[in-house]
């Protein structure tokens, strides 16, 4: 007797077991627009800076307006939309600047002055102090750069630098700019020239006295742009001559 056996075809491969479809991350549509709001509007991280300066005697507001704004353009060319707003007050023999931008930005201002002190003995710039640098602030206070020349001396009843201490002198300086950049975010309109030069008639409570800038300019406490860019720019991670030398010492 013959039997015949019938052999199951097994060439035919199983049925994959995992899906077909590409693995997506499981996530709702609201993360996802979300998250495409957040890449949009933070492309860089905001900055603020306070910078105080020496400047040479009645220098021209054409001169110190027309040399930052071709700073600012010409730094725009490489960091594209990180735009510049602040404001610049002019007086008699000092400034204050207020800067908002990315670091990169300011650090780039810094530097186009630091090449012009070397270059150019008669700068008009003589010497600036950082006072403080505020990181990743979540918006600006100024809609655009404004400038403006503090005309006529504000007078004051009695000098604060010779009865308080510089941390009293700065938290009130501080305050005084906030409350007068407040100032100008309410009344002044986008597009607009800005304040002009009659803050010492509309808001002279709210501005600085030059002697508060020359106190804070002659402070030691205070770094100068070399001295802050070069502390940037010094490593994290320092190697010391015990970790190259061979062989390796071992830790206990």
Do not use: C
């Amino acid at each position: 007797m013959s039997l015949s056996i019938k052999t199951r075809n097994t060439s035919k491969r199983p049925f994959p077991l995992e899906p077909l479809l590409p693995q997506v991350p499981r996530s709702n549509y609201l993360h996802f627009q979300e998250e495409k709001q957040r890449l949009q509007l933070k492309k860089f991280l905001l900055d603020r800076m306070f910078l105080v300066a020496k400047t040479r005697a009645n220098i021209e507001k054409k001169d110190i307006t027309e040399y930052y704004e071709q700073v600012f353009q010409s730094i725009s060319r490489h960091h594209l939309e990180e735009t510049v707003t602040g404001l610049l007050l002019i007086y008699p023999t000092s400034i204050l600047h207020i800067l908002e931008s990315s670091n990169g930005t300011l650090h780039q201002i810094l530097l186009d002055y630091l090449n012009h002190k070397k270059g150019e003995p008669e700068f008009f710039i003589k010497g600036i102090k950082i006072i403080v640098v505020s990181h990743n602030i979540p918006t600006r206070i100024f809609l655009q750069w404004h400038v403006s020349v503090i005309k006529v001396p504000v007078m004051y009843l009695d000098d604060v630098t010779q009865s308080q201490s510089l941390e009293e002198v700065i938290t009130e300086f501080l305050t005084q700019t906030h409350k007068l950049a407040l100032y100008l975010f309410k009344t002044v309109k986008v597009g607009t020239k800005g304040p002009g030069d009659n803050l010492h008639q509309v808001a002279a409570e709210l501005l600085p006295p030059q002697q508060i800038i020359k106190y804070l300019y002659k402070s030691e406490e205070f770094m100068d742009p070399e001295t802050f860019l070069n502390m940037y720019n010094k490593p994290m991670h320092v190697t010391l001559d015990s970790e190259v030398v061979w062989p390796a010492p071992s830790q206990f």
